[in-house]
Each structure stands twice: as C-alpha cells, then as structure tokens.
C-alpha cells in the first residue's frame, strides 16, 4: 500500500460485516499493567482517531536519508538528540539567508471534485536556546507558498509545530513540499523528528502523530522505516479476553469488571496467580475495568473483539 487516507480503513482490517460466523475476532490487544486500589480501564470501546502518514522515514530511524533534500543547509542523520526513537535529522543552516533548512516532497495527490486537506507537523529541538523555525507547504517549484505555521522558538527541549493547506475541490493532481526552514538568518543547528504529511477529506483538524512504531494499532504498510504509516481504529465490541493476575501474595485480588467501574461488588475476582479467560464470546462496549483489593498486583493479558470502522 501506498499514500493511504483514512477513509481506506476498511481495507485495512479483516471484514467482518458478514463473515462474524468465520471472522468473530478481527482485533487482538495484549496488556501488561499494574493495578490499584483505584479503578482505572484496561480498555475503552471506540473507533479512535484513524490516521495516515505519508513521510517513510518520520522519525529517521533508517541511515538513507535520500527523501530529504537540504535547502541552504547541510543535513544528516544524528543520534544526539531524539525526540522518539532513537535519530532525528540534524540541520545544519548555512546562515547566508533565511528560508535555510530541508524540504520532503510528495506524492502527486489525485484529482478530487471534493476539497482535500493537507496536514503537515513535525517536533524541533535546538542545539541552543537561540533562533527560530517554520514549517510551510509549498508546490514543487518553491514559488507558491500554500501554508506556514507561525514561527517557532528553537529550544533546548522538543516543540511540535504544525500547519494545514485547503485543497480547493477540482484541483488538477499535484504534489507538494513539506519544507522545514530558518525564520531569520542564523547559524543555530536544530534537529528535527516526527516528520508527518497527511492527507484528508474530512477534517482539516491535525491528527496525533503516527508512525508503524507508535504502538498497538499501528502500522508500516511495507518496511519498517521505509513506508507510510496508518493508526488503525479501535475496537467496536469487546468480545473476549484473558487475564492473569501476576501476583503471590493471596491478598492481592483483583476485580474485573465490563461496562462498568468494577469493585468488589460489580467485578469477577482473579486471584493472585490464577487467569481467567472468557470460553464464549461476550458482547461489550463501552470498557473493560480492573481494581486491586491491595497493593498494585500487575495483570498481563489480550482483550479480543471487533473492529470499529
């Protein structure tokens, strides 16, 4: 897959709109927590925020650094500074101009008689306390400038920046640059990491940052850092699940309970060493809730159901 959007999601998952007899389980959450003495979910019914990023190396983890191309700089992969991972792409700006930075550019996004939006964000960190950044959406030629974020102060911490551009509906195909620069002339080097360009009909709102290593439920569509990445969606029925109580101590019990906040009253006791798993399928959806009668034994496990689109 290639240059997905969220509205390709369906794709994404085994369908189980008419095949529930054969395909009862489409998604599968493993666990590992500590409890308390305070209810808290181990898991939550909902679709989530389906979301895409078009950017193959986001979070430059793969040494080819080949889809960014410096622009009045000097750029290159370093280990110094992350902000996920274990990389980011330092920049070095040649300080003769502004605008001085990298750039990555897209795919042609296709023709739509409907309006499309594009996102773009990344996370900044100085190598001092000195200067700024921006991040724009430009055509290929780097003379229409479609979109810029306000300017960033460069600090010695992580910041995230973000801008969005309006495809008008009826738009030939194009493709577009994500172009990250100087505000001002300076020679403070800046990293940059969590690269995303995203591409939507629905909404012009940002989306969390994804990449295929972010987590449960997300995903390379191909070679980890070296495709585009999706945030899958959430369960839309909880259907089974298992659950061991990693504890010795006998009075660290803990309480399961779904569709409610459990308690001693409302939830299924597990007690320390024993597991208990489902053996039919349940129907639930709103949460799966857990509380320890003392201490903070830790429960591991999965939670099963269906996808929700």
Do not use: C
Request: charged share 15%; proline share 4%.
């Amino acid at each position: 897959m290639a240059n997905e959007r969220h509205t390709d999601v369906r794709g994404w998952e085994i369908d189980s709109s008419t095949r529930q007899s054969v395909h009862p389980y489409t998604k599968y959450t493993p666990f590992r927590s500590a409890t308390s003495t305070t209810a808290a979910n181990l898991a939550t019914v909902g679709q989530g925020e389906i979301a895409t990023n078009w950017v193959t190396n986001p979070r430059v983890e793969a040494t080819d650094i080949g889809i960014f191309t410096a622009s009045g700089s000097a750029i290159s992969r370093s280990t110094a500074q992350q902000s996920v991972g274990a990389a980011s792409l330092l920049v070095n700006p040649a300080n003769s101009a502004n605008h001085e930075g990298f750039y990555w550019e897209s795919p042609k996004i296709p023709f739509s008689v409907n309006p499309q939006y594009l996102s773009v964000q990344v996370e900044h960190r100085g190598a001092s306390a000195s200067g700024a950044v921006k991040i724009e959406i430009k055509d290929t030629t780097n003379t229409i400038q479609h979109a810029v974020s306000d300017s960033s102060d460069l600090a010695t911490s992580w910041t995230r920046i973000t801008t969005t551009y309006a495809i008008p509906g009826s738009t030939a195909s194009a493709a577009y640059r994500l172009y990250v620069t100087t505000n001002g002339q300076h020679n403070i080097n800046y990293y940059v990491d969590k690269i995303m360009f995203e591409v939507r009909e629905d909404t012009s709102a940002v989306s969390t940052y994804v990449d295929g290593a972010s987590g449960i439920g997300y995903e390379w569509t191909g070679t980890a850092n070296a495709s585009s990445s999706i945030k899958k969606p959430g369960m839309s029925v909880i259907r089974g699940i298992t659950i061991k109580n990693e504890s010795s101590s006998g009075a660290e019990i803990v309480y399961l309970a779904f569709d409610t906040t459990a308690s001693a009253t409302t939830g299924i006791a597990v007690l320390a060493g024993a597991t208990f798993e489902t053996n039919y399928p349940i129907d639930f959806r709103d949460n799966v809730s857990v509380i320890s009668a003392s201490g903070t034994p830790t429960v591991s496990g999965v939670i099963w159901g269906i996808a929700g689109y």
